[in-house]
């Protein structure tokens, strides 16, 4: 089943505990990128990547920090998470090239920061 | 200003209704335009492409209007089963980027 998991889909943590959040495809695409979603403000994307190796800020990138190193693969990292990111995030992928507009979404991580 | 502007709503209607959202947007660089559907606490999902003035998909219609700078949703015999919340979403080509809207809040209600 074609698919983007993200782990893990809760998790409570305090202020400063370094976190990840994995985000795995199995569609094999090019593009793949990252979202928080906050009341009254949408989705927002946090970073974003056109293929392995090629990763680039988005709208909200502060305090964030990703990786590209395989194609399947787009972690997540918090290096010391604050209040303010507590939020819901998604992870998101579609094919390269000319854009469809479709994107596949996980399930998205709800994370609260105390 | 937000690239893409959505009313929040809630649009409350009864089932059988016909209801229609509108969305517009700041940049006229952007090329084409999706409606994704969210329901509570899920991901979104695609729910139609808007390329060129418009598109059709059974009960749902989606409508582009570049002059006006405004992309509109048309739902027609409403089911309570599309009690969701309707996100626009523009695409800009030369930055590859993807905008979304701050969705619009659908209950249908018997």
């Known amino acids: 089943e074609a698919q983007v998991t993200q782990n893990p889909r809760y998790l409570i943590t305090v202020t400063g505990k370094k976190l990840t959040v994995t985000c795995s495809q199995n569609?094999?695409?090019?593009?793949m990128s990252w979202y928080r979603q906050d009341p009254g403000l949408g989705l927002r994307q946090i970073y974003y990547?056109?293929?392995?190796?090629?990763?680039d800020k988005g709208d909200v990138p502060e305090g964030y920090k990703v990786s590209r190193k395989e194609k399947r693969n787009f972690p997540l990292i918090l290096e010391s998470p604050s209040p303010n990111q507590t939020s819901l995030y998604f992870c998101?992928?579609?094919?390269?090239?000319?854009?469809?507009?479709?994107?596949?979404f996980g399930e998205g991580s709800r994370l609260t920061v105390l | 200003r937000k690239e893409v502007e959505q009313d929040p709503g809630p649009f409350n209607v009864p089932e059988g209704a016909t209801v229609a959202f509108n969305c517009t947007y700041s940049?006229?660089?952007?090329?084409?335009f999706f409606w994704y559907r969210q329901d509570c606490r899920k991901e979104p999902k695609l729910l139609m492409s808007?390329?060129?003035s418009g598109n059709e998909d059974g009960r749902f219609t989606a409508q582009l209007n570049r002059a006006s700078q405004y992309i509109s949703l048309l739902i027609r015999d409403s089911k309570l089963s599309d009690s969701a919340t309707y996100l626009c979403?523009?695409?800009?080509?030369?930055?590859?980027?993807?905008?979304f809207g701050t969705g619009t809040r659908l209950q249908v209600t018997l």
């Open positions: 990547s056109m293929n392995v190796e090629v990763t």
């Open positions: 569609m094999n695409h090019e593009y």
């Open positions: 998101a992928s579609r094919m390269g090239g000319r854009n469809t507009g479709e994107l596949f």
């Open positions: 940049n006229s660089a952007s090329q084409s």
């Open positions: 808007v390329y060129s």
């Open positions: 979403v523009g695409y800009t080509g030369t930055a590859s980027k993807l905008t």
